[in-house]
């Protein structure tokens, strides 16, 4: 499996060259933010609206809320699930890195070539990166469509990142967005079924009000005000007392 396009003329190889080699051409601003942002911003990022849906989601009525506090659970889960299953694959597919295989190919970040940086030390397929990106992204969009979008939007992002720098081939991208994608969606509706009933007593109980109680089940319980006698009941007393 090492020999995975690690050479010759192909249609990996030859976008590879493609994306890589815009850094030749582009301002040295834009490699920093692209070499930023692929190594840590994205992702950080995808976390960060992962927040956002769940303060978002506070907001909502008891059932669903706990259906999205659910998701919301299950995404990061999900990732890391994903990175588990990753690891004996890249040992298995045991590719090298691109630059190790295409000396041509820039890598913008030296301490991902020179370094001890998994860069410099893991294999390529798949790409780490573009797994956890893509499962939280497909996560939130589980949760929430209209954040999920965005997510999904952010981890191609990251896949484009990937490349540019020169750490990836394309393939390893498409195959970390296949393999967070499969993960989020063919074990979501056994982990939806095993996390709803924990998550919805978390918003039943009075401890977790701060963390998971949603917009209906957190506002104040109305208070019993003494109500008016009506006209009936006056007059019904008024002959009591006549009557006595």
Known sequence: MAGLTTGGPNVDVSLLYEINGIARHAPDWFDRAVTLAGAHGILLTLVLLVLWCWRGARRQDDATAVETFTALVWAPLAAGLALLVNMPLREFVARPRPFRQHPSVQVLDPYLETGPGLAATDFSFVSGHATLAMALGVGLFVANR??????????????????????????????????????????????????????????????????????KGGLPRPVDLPQAPSPQADQRTHESGLAA
């Open 146 to 215: 209209r954040a999920g979008f965005i997510g999904i939007g952010l981890a191609l992002l990251e896949g484009f990142c990937r490349v540019y720098v020169g750490v990836q081939y394309p393939t390893d991208v498409i195959g970390g967005f296949a393999l967070g994608t499969a993960v989020v969606l063919l074990l979501a509706p056994l982990a939806m079924a095993l996390l709803t009933p924990p998550v919805r007593a978390l918003a039943r109980s009075p401890r977790t009000a701060l963390l998971v109680r949603t917009g």
